[in-house]
């Protein structure tokens, strides 16, 4: 059974950085497409950026100051954002296809999700 954990949020300064991480567990991701996503109060879930073995993809508005890496070893999956603004105040979330997948990009449907944890960024 496919499960993920994310940890890593908090309540920082703008300006500041995070590293998010999502745990897997029932399986081995070091070949599965995995993403990131966030969704604020009152507006639509938004994609931040998916990783299929060697690529990765990363919305156009965050690509200068995010990253998405994995670590096969620890069977986890990050998210690096630097530069945090008040408009990254999120619930992030770690989502996976659980090894079965044909493409990998933004606009994937994942089975898989976290429960999700929550960023803040205070001015």
């Known amino acids: 059974q496919v499960k993920l954990v994310e940890s890593g949020g908090g309540s920082i300064q703008a300006g500041g950085s995070l590293r998010l991480s999502c745990v897997a567990s029932?399986?081995?991701?070091?070949?599965?497409?995995m993403g990131w996503f966030r969704q604020s109060p009152g507006k639509e879930r938004e994609a931040v950026a998916v990783?299929?073995?060697?690529?990765?993809i990363i919305q156009n508005s965050l690509e200068d100051r995010s990253n998405i890496f994995k670590d096969n070893s620890k069977n986890t999956v990050y998210l690096e954002m630097n530069n945090l603004e008040v408009d990254d105040t999120a619930m992030y979330y770690c989502?996976?296809?659980?090894?079965?997948?044909?493409?990998?990009?933004?606009?994937?449907?994942?089975?898989?999700w976290g429960q999700g944890t929550q960023v803040t960024i205070h001015t």
């Open positions: 989502a996976a296809f659980g090894g079965r997948w044909s493409s990998c990009d933004l606009a994937e449907t994942f089975p898989y």
């Open positions: 029932g399986y081995f991701i070091n070949r599965d497409c």
């Open positions: 990783i299929g073995g060697s690529m990765t």
